[in-house]
């Protein structure tokens, strides 16, 4: 396993922090209100980290949330990847929970994430004192290990954090079994095509996947060879019902209509409303002048091939170049 876990942990919280939260921390999460939004305040606190010269630290994401009450909160999550225990972790929070309260002079929440293989190693608190003088932090921790104990659940789940979960550990349970971890590497990348997620958070969790199941370079090959099958397989399956389903409606509004022309107008016009959908699921709302380009469009052998050019593009703007030739 690779030793330096800060930028992916990092980007994968960052990219999807209230589903990291709500498999990790439920109780936390329902009490943010999620549709004020979540403000990233990452980069301006490792400066503060840098500029107090206490080495490196793996503060990876410190967002600015809202209540349910209307207050404000600043929310530091700790993710703690190391497969070792840390006798300096509880320090570490500490500090991290104190010069965040002196920066933003706001209440604070820090929480940490244990993706370690060490199931008895749960810190969840410092403490210190002095003739009298003493002071303790207490802050949430979720074990990784832990949470993988319900692995039909995550398996289940449609939250995209439960797959960078199972990722991690299977992990750790497959250091020294590298067929076993080929298998459970294959399995999580269908996963999010199995859920139906987009292509973006697709490519985001296996992009974390690859980076945490690491396999030789022949078994990486039989990895990268059987997903492509998949994908494609999967492509085909679906352009194939797209265009059974335009042409049933197509048949059901030619049979109201009575006529070969109302049958022929309406296999081409659920062939472009096939086309808005499949273009809308991939890449989001369509612009109002490609839903236009679509509409003027009479001819069905060009809407099926569009269909299969809207399944394989890369990007909106890639299909649209498809759609003026």
Request: aromatic residues 8%.
């Given at each position: 396993?690779?030793?330096?876990?800060?930028?992916?942990?990092?980007?994968?919280?960052?990219?999807?922090?209230?589903?990291?939260?709500?498999?990790?921390?439920?109780?936390?999460?329902?009490?943010?209100?999620?549709?004020?939004?979540?403000?990233?305040?990452?980069?301006?606190f490792q400066k503060v980290v840098r500029r107090s010269e206490l080495g490196r630290r793996n503060v990876d994401v410190l967002v600015q949330?809202?209540?349910?009450?209307?207050?404000?909160?600043?929310?530091?999550?700790?993710?703690?990847?190391?497969?070792?225990?840390?006798?300096?972790?509880?320090?570490?929070?500490?500090?991290?929970?104190?010069?965040?309260?002196?920066?933003?002079?706001?209440?604070?929440?820090?929480?940490?994430?244990?993706?370690?293989?060490?199931?008895?190693?749960?810190?969840?608190?410092?403490?210190?004192?002095?003739?009298?003088?003493?002071?303790?932090?207490?802050?949430?921790?979720?074990?990784?290990?832990?949470?993988?104990?319900?692995?039909?659940?995550?398996?289940?789940?449609?939250?995209?954090?439960?797959?960078?979960?199972?990722?991690?550990?299977?992990?750790?349970?497959?250091?020294?079994?590298?067929?076993?971890?080929?298998?459970?590497?294959?399995?999580?990348?269908?996963?999010g095509h199995e859920r139906g997620y987009s292509r973006r958070v697709i490519l985001d969790l296996y992009s974390f996947v690859d980076w945490?199941?690491?396999?030789?370079?022949?078994?990486?090959?039989?990895?990268?060879?059987?997903?492509?099958?998949?994908?494609?397989?999967?492509?085909?399956?679906?352009?194939?019902?797209?265009?059974?389903?335009?042409?049933?409606?197509?048949?059901?509004?030619?049979?109201?209509?009575?006529?070969?022309?109302?049958?022929?107008?309406?296999?081409?016009?659920?062939?472009?409303?096939?086309?808005?959908?499949?273009?809308?699921?991939?890449?989001?709302?369509?612009?109002?002048?490609?839903?236009?380009r679509v509409e003027a469009l009479a001819d069905a052998t060009d809407l099926k091939r569009l269909h299969r050019e809207a399944a394989l593009?890369?990007?909106?703007?890639?299909?649209?170049?498809?759609?003026?030739?």
């Amino acid at each position: 396993m690779k030793t330096d876990y800060d930028s992916p942990w990092k980007d994968l919280l960052e990219s999807y922090f209230q589903a990291a939260l709500a498999l990790c921390f439920p109780a936390i999460a329902r009490r943010i209100d999620w549709s004020r939004g979540v403000q990233l305040l990452s980069k301006e606190f490792q400066k503060v980290v840098r500029r107090s010269e206490l080495g490196r630290r793996n503060v990876d994401v410190l967002v600015q949330v809202w209540s349910r009450a209307g207050e404000a909160r600043w929310v530091l999550l700790h993710v703690e990847v190391q497969a070792q225990r840390d006798p300096g972790f509880g320090r570490r929070m500490f500090d991290y929970y104190s010069r965040i309260c002196q920066r933003y002079q706001r209440p604070v929440l820090s929480m940490a994430i244990l993706a370690d293989g060490h199931r008895r190693w749960k810190p969840s608190r410092f403490q210190q004192g002095l003739w009298g003088c003493e002071v303790e932090l207490r802050f949430p921790v979720c074990k990784l290990l832990d949470l993988a104990r319900e692995e039909r659940r995550l398996l289940r789940s449609r939250n995209p954090f439960a797959i960078a979960v199972l990722a991690q550990v299977k992990a750790l349970e497959t250091r020294a079994a590298m067929r076993p971890r080929r298998a459970w590497k294959l399995r999580l990348a269908k996963l999010g095509h199995e859920r139906g997620y987009s292509r973006r958070v697709i490519l985001d969790l296996y992009s974390f996947v690859d980076w945490v199941m690491v396999l030789s370079a022949r078994l990486e090959r039989e990895v990268a060879a059987e997903i492509e099958a998949y994908e494609q397989a999967k492509r085909m399956r679906y352009i194939t019902n797209i265009e059974r389903l335009g042409l049933e409606r197509g048949r059901i509004k030619g049979r109201q209509e009575g006529r070969q022309e109302g049958r022929q107008e309406g296999r081409v016009q659920a062939l472009r409303e096939g086309l808005l959908d499949v273009l809308e699921a991939r890449f989001g709302p369509v612009p109002h002048t490609v839903r236009e380009r679509v509409e003027a469009l009479a001819d069905a052998t060009d809407l099926k091939r569009l269909h299969r050019e809207a399944a394989l593009a890369e990007s909106l703007a890639g299909f649209q170049t498809r759609l003026g030739n």
